[in-house]
């Protein structure tokens, strides 16, 4: 058997269209357009090519979006200011400044300081809690991508066992709560776990987000389960460029499962369409808009 390819690409092309119509129903009906501003400090080679497309993606989709480039030895202290600044901004609907920021900056400090109804990363403790206790609240975009793809193949998740590998604030824990949401029995596991393939191999949901290239193997998988790749691993080539790696064994993978995310070409490009359906969503609540439709899931295809 040979898997189903989840195109990232086709699938945010999808729900980019969604979000531009509705960006475009806000701003006929209200007047309103969404505002993102995105905060980079130094010159990673692979947080520059993300808030890029991050920037791109925004106005593409007919938002406005202001990009903050700040040098590596920029002070704590300056970067929470300009947060705060962004924060009274009234233009500035969503607020993401990219992880991971130089070493003499906390990365809690920096989440913590984004007001709460401006968190489109949605990484603030709030944001988190929100998503775990109930309450409307802004949902981490790389999460929301992987369940948006999910229900895309399989509407109704309802029963099936989920096994999430990795239990980061970024993606493992919010994961495995939007899937607990959609009425999965939800396992997380790590690189910790006693028998990590004995666990993966009882998921009909395999998502793996744990930083290890290529740690899931074909024999991990149970036949036809849904298998999303997460990882980003870069690993330098002898030309001086670097390849993608995911955190599965694709090539064995894809004899497996029943449907699969590719590296590049999946998980990666929804995180960018989330983050616009966050910062459509973060515009609509501050201004109290109800009659405007966000995208919650995938749009069907034409
Ligand atoms: N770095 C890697 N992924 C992300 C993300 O989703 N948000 C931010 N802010 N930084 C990241």
């Known amino acids: 058997m040979t898997a189903t390819i989840i195109d990232g690409k086709e699938a945010s092309a999808r729900l980019k269209d969604g979000i531009a119509k509705a960006v475009a129903d806000l701003k006929a009906k ?16 692979a947080s520059q090519v993300y808030v890029a497309s991050k920037q791109k993606t925004a106005h593409a989709l ?8 700040l040098p590596g030895a920029t002070p704590e202290a300056e970067l929470l200011d300009l947060i705060r600044r962004l924060n009274a901004d009234p233009k500035i609907n969503g607020i993401l ?10 990365p809690f400090k920096v989440i913590t300081a984004i007001a709460v109804a401006k968190d489109v990363d949605g990484l603030h403790p709030e944001s988190a809690g929100r998503l775990m206790a109930g309450g409307d609240s802004l949902v981490s975009c790389t999460p929301m991508g992987c369940v948006m793809m999910i229900k895309d193949v399989r509407p109704d998740l309802t029963g099936l066992h989920a096994v999430v590998v990795g239990r980061s604030n970024l993606v493992g824990k919010p994961v495995a709560h939007l899937l607990l949401n ?27 987000a744990v930083g290890r290239r290529e740690m899931v193997r074909g024999d991990w998988i149970k036949p036809g389960a849904i298998v999303i790749d997460v990882g980003i691993n870069r690993v330098p080539t002898a030309e001086g460029k670097s390849k993608l790696y995911g955190d599965v064994n694709f090539a064995e993978a894809v004899e497996v499962a029943g449907a699969i995310t590719p590296v590049p070409g999946g998980v990666g490009l929804m995180t960018v369409a989330c983050l616009m359906v966050n910062t459509l969503k973060a515009t609509c609540l501050q201004n109290g808009i109800t009659d405007v439709e ?9």
């Not at 966000?294 to 034409?302: E, G, S, V």
């Open 294 to 302: 966000i995208p919650t899931r995938l749009p069907p295809r034409a």
């Open 97 to 106: 400044v990219q992880l991971p920021p130089p070493k003499h900056i906390d």
């Open 30 to 45: 209200h007047g309103l357009v969404p505002g993102l501003a995105t905060v980079l400090i130094g010159d990673d080679p």
């Open 182 to 208: 959609e009425n999965c029995t939800v396992t997380i596991a790590h690189s910790r776990t006693k028998d990590l393939a004995a666990v993966c191999r009882t998921a009909d949901i395999l998502v793996a």
């Open 62 to 69: 007919g938002m406005n979006s202001v990009q903050h480039d």
